[in-house]
T-cell receptor, first 112, second 116 residues
Framework: DAKTTQPNSMESNEEEPVHLPCNHSTISGTDYIHWYRQLPSQGPEYVIHGLTSNVNNRMASLAIAEDRKSSTLILHRATLRDAAVYYCILRGGGGATNKLIFGTGTLLAVQP | KAGVTQTPRYLIKTRGQQVTLSCSPISGHRSVSWYQQTPGQGLQFLFEYFSETQRNKGNFPGRFSGRQFSNSRSEMNVSTLELGDSALYLC???????????????FGPGTRLTVL
């Protein structure tokens, strides 16, 4: 399975945009890029996913580099509730499995 | 729709005992996966079930086992508990059963197991 690299931690101020980077230089052409986050004392929750084009949903935006070797999760206006560990995960084809391989993620701190 | 539920939420056991954790997936979801989360190892995949069949297993000893029932509810069992088994055990369910790369996993709140 292809691996991802994320910064260990980042800080943001409330109501400012946050850009969370993820490197995945060994991504294959069929790998989807998924983002999950884990709020304190909760299980992970799905945020967004994409393949090649930038994606938007009510929670965030996902910007994918043209060569797909990196991506950025964008929170447009951070709130205190967005303080969490954010995981960037590649989901590839081949094999009937829903297994997710979590890295260490990025711990996002949001200051009021 | 109710989310993924896990019982119990907290559990304290002693070394050598065995434990059974339960997971009820979202209604209509047929795939259930289990993960172990510890401060040292992070989130690690344990196993995955679909339609009562184990489809994938992580790198854990045979003391860790699981099963899925016909109503998609799942249980995992850990026998001969060790101190290192203290962890948050998370269950996730998904709609699709064929490893669809766009399928979303929905996680429960976890069961916090403490082994003394």
């Amino acid at each position: 399975d292809a691996k991802t690299t994320q910064p260990n931690s980042m800080e943001s101020n409330e109501e400012e945009p946050v850009h969370l980077p993820c490197n995945h230089s060994t991504i294959s052409g069929t790998d989807y890029i998924h983002w999950y986050r884990q709020l304190p004392s909760q299980g992970p929750e799905y945020v967004i996913h994409g393949l090649t084009s930038n994606v938007n949903n009510r929670m965030a935006s996902l910007a994918i580099a043209e060569d797909r070797k990196s991506s950025t999760l964008i929170l447009h206006r951070a709130t205190l509730r967005d303080a969490a560990v954010y995981y960037c995960i590649l989901r590839g084809g081949g094999g009937a499995t829903n297994k997710l391989i979590f890295g260490t993620g990025t711990l996002l701190a949001v200051q009021p | 729709k109710a989310g993924v539920t896990q019982t119990p939420r907290y559990l304290i056991k002693t070394r050598g005992q065995q434990v059974t954790l339960s997971c009820s997936p979202i209604s209509g979801h047929r795939s259930v996966s289990w993960y172990q989360q510890t401060p040292g190892q992070g989130l690690q995949f344990l196993f995955e079930y679909f339609s009562e069949t184990q489809r994938n297993k992580g790198n854990f000893p045979g003391r860790f086992s699981g099963r899925q029932f016909s109503n998609s509810r799942s249980e995992m069992n850990v026998s001969t508990l060790e101190l290192g088994d203290s962890a948050l055990y998370l269950c996730a369910s998904s709609l699709m059963g064929s490893g669809v790369r766009t399928d979303t996993q929905y996680f429960g709140p976890g069961t916090r197991l403490t082994v003394l």
